[in-house]
């Protein structure tokens, strides 16, 4: 009896000793882990997932994004270049292409074109650390005139690329400017950009175009972007620009935004008076141009008691007071324009 109670303890014992030994094991372990330790064995399956993500780098398809000779968003160019804006935003953003940009065609390109294309490039790569944007002088264009443009506006540091090149001598450029928020300090910005470039402006003409660029910056903040929109990267973000060409004496300023657009943000609209004013004028039955008119030439219920909601309007009056210059408004498939006799819907 004895004898078989001896063993029993013994054994009892040679297992309480094997599993603290494996606790001890398992503990040591977990501190490795919290460590950022590796045994032998991960490095080695590591090391081989980075060779087989090398390989997939390397193996990625080849994809070159050709811009066209003339990048312009009127209408006779305007739907070549939007094609090429929905090659950026499907081949850049995936991991299964290694895209190139040939820039080495172009001849003219607009500053509002030039806006758009720096912003949905700038889109397609953000929150994509594993991109990376090199500058190649095989793409690179060769037109002077568009290689002065494009340093001048800031074209290649906006993506945090160090190249320089002439400036452009003939236009003055406001650098491309990108944020998420309705900061009046880039109204100010703007405002001194060309308030050493137009002798006529007064406190009133100048309160004008303040009104004109905040509404179009608050507007990108407030209603273009909601909160399930696909294919978004960037939370409502907004780019602007200005060029004064020095010849022609000519202002330029755009605001652009990858919003859902302006009919589809009237549908998405939470306030109550303007539901009611979108539904007593059918607007969501109409096209985008004549949804735009509609924003633009009559009374917002919203903002009656407040300075918002005029700054296009009192644009418009700048416009038809000096009988000079135009208003365009693009969204989707809708375009606008208004100058100082009329506006037309396009």
């Known amino acids: 009896m004895t004898k078989k109670k001896h063993l029993k303890i013994k054994r009892n014992r ?7 030994k494996s606790f001890f094991r398992k503990h040591k372990r977990k501190q490795n882990i919290l460590l950022g330790e590796k045994s032998r064995k991960e490095r080695q399956q590591l090391s081989v997932r980075n060779k087989e993500k090398k390989i997939d780098f390397i193996t990625k398809e080849p994809i070159d994004i050709k811009l066209p000779e003339i990048l312009s968003l009127e209408s006779e160019y305007r739907t070549e270049f939007l094609e090429v804006i929905e090659k950026l935003r499907y081949y850049l ?4 292409y290694k895209c190139s940009i040939d820039h080495s065609k172009i001849v003219r390109i607009d500053p509002e074109a030039l806006l758009v294309l720096a912003a949905e490039i700038k889109r397609s790569v953000s929150n994509h650390h594993k991109i990376f944007i090199r500058y190649n002088k095989a793409y690179a264009p060769k037109d002077e005139q568009v290689i002065r443009m494009l340093n001048s506006i800031g074209y290649w540091k906006h993506f945090n690329i160090q190249h320089n090149d002439e400036n452009d001598k003939k236009r003055k450029y406001l650098k491309i400017i990108h944020d998420i928020t309705a900061d009046n300090m880039h ?33 990108s903040v407030e209603h273009a972007y909601i909160k399930k ?8 973000a907004w780019w602007l620009s200005g060029s004064y060409n020095i010849e022609s004496k000519e202002l330029f300023f755009g605001c652009y935004d990858q919003g859902i657009g302006v009919k589809d943000a009237l549908g998405h609209h939470d306030n109550r008076l303007v539901k009611k004013w979108v539904d007593g004028l ?32 009192h644009f418009i009056k700048f416009i038809q007071d ?6 365009n408004i693009y969204s989707k498939n809708g375009e606008c324009k208004f100058t100082e006799l009329s506006h037309l819907i396009l």
């Open 322 to 327: 000096y009988s000079l210059g135009s208003l």
């Open 14 to 20: 040679h297992v309480k000793y094997v599993q603290r």
């Open 229 to 236: 929109q696909k294919n978004l990267t960037i939370d409502k």
């Open 93 to 96: 953003p995936s991991k299964k």
């Open 187 to 219: 109204v100010v910005e703007l405002r001194e950009f060309f308030a050493n470039k137009l002798n006529f402006l007064t406190e009133d003409t100048a309160e004008m175009f303040d009104d004109a660029i905040s509404e179009a910056i608050a507007n």
């Open 282 to 313: 059918k607007l969501m039955t109409q096209k985008d141009s004549e949804v735009i008119e509609a924003l633009v030439t009559k009374e917002l219920p919203k903002y009656k008691d407040t300075d918002r909601g005029h700054g296009f309007k």
